[in-house]
């Protein structure tokens, strides 16, 4: 199992927008891939002082062709139509992650 996760720190003032949009759009659309075997969004509880609030996307591969070819065809397309709606209001990084 392969685990891509993204995780998001957005301005408070855009949160509900945010997590609206990604639970109607954003998750819809990766799991329409087929690619995916899970996809989920969390928020981080144990939150830094830092005006910022933390979601963590963790999308789910069963093997790691699964995710390259999502990562090569997908990944950027997807990450665009966030950027378009919410640019300079959140910061992210990702990891990759393997079960074993």
Known sequence: MILFNITYSIEPKIEREWLRWMKAEYLPMVKATTLTSNVKIL????????????????IF???????????????????LKVDELFANKYTT?????EEV
């Open 43 to 58: 928020k981080l509880l144990t939150e830094l002082d830092n005006g910022t609030v933390t979601y963590s996307l963790q």
């Open 61 to 79: 591969f069963m093997a790691m062709e699964n995710f390259l070819s999502y990562h090569h065809t997908f990944a950027d397309g997807h990450q």
């Open 93 to 97: 990084f990702r990891t990759l992650l």
